[in-house]
């Protein structure tokens, strides 16, 4: 890629997803990517074949814009818009901007894939249940499709507290009736750089959940 996301360096579970990906669905899938960010993982699934549907609400994501640096320092951070313009990927993908859950997206939409990274336990996400995120990324995926999130898991005691830092325990019982899941996978503790947003070295522990649809039946909460 011309450009660098500013997450470039993040750690990710998304080329677990990338293999299922070509596995259960193949190489011209449609693909929903829910908190598209800059387009760390929108692009290589663009310029991969696939037609893209990216979701994100932040305009500096979206557009570009000036953002300050953990030294205290401002720089210009190419936006989603501008790195596939560079990349010539724009035909390939779609984008909507707003938040997921109240996102205007076609009634009868369904993709062969849907994909979110570590988007639910952002702070703005947290006025509506965990189970109400979940529950509309599997209504989003067609019958024999790929439902695939990567998720913070919980360190700190506030992070104990929330349901939107979970695990793929937790989540399980979401996937019961009409749904198998294929994958879980959990990181250890790790100690993340500084970057935008955080300026200090800070703790994270990650977790994977991958399932693939087996009935149109959107299963009932737990």
């Not at 205007?104 to 006025?127: E, G, I, K, R």
């Not at 506030?158 to 994958?183: A, K, V």
């Not at 970057?195 to 693939?212: D, K």
């Amino acid at each position: 890629m011309q450009t660098l996301s500013r997450w470039e360096h993040t750690l990710t579970f998304f080329p677990q997803f990338r293999a299922a990906l070509s596995e259960h669905v193949g190489p011209d899938a449609t693909v929903l990517v829910i908190g598209a960010s800059d387009g760390r993982l929108v692009l290589p699934l663009a310029a991969a074949g696939h037609r893209v549907t990216a979701i994100e609400r932040d305009p500096v994501a979206l557009r570009g814009g000036l953002v300050r640096l953990p030294d205290g320092t401002e720089a210009h951070a190419p936006g989603l818009t501008e790195r596939l313009q560079q990349e010539e990927l724009s035909a390939r993908v779609d984008i909507v901007e707003g938040n997921f859950l109240d996102a205007s997206l076609p009634a009868d939409a369904q993709y062969d894939a849907v994909w979110t990274s570590c988007s639910w336990h952002y702070s703005a996400n947290h006025d509506r249940p965990l189970a109400d995120f979940i529950t509309r990324m599997q209504g989003l995926v067609r019958v024999h499709g790929l439902f695939g999130a990567e998720f913070m898991m919980p360190v700190t005691a506030r992070q104990h507290l929330s349901e939107h830092y979970t695990s793929p325990e937790r989540l399980s019982p979401l996937f019961s009736d009409g749904w198998n899941i294929q994958l879980t996978l959990r990181s250890g503790q790790y100690v993340e750089r500084p970057h935008i947003g955080q300026p200090h070295p800070h703790t994270h522990r990650m977790g994977l959940l991958l399932a693939t649809r087996t009935n149109p039946v959107t299963p009932e909460r737990a």
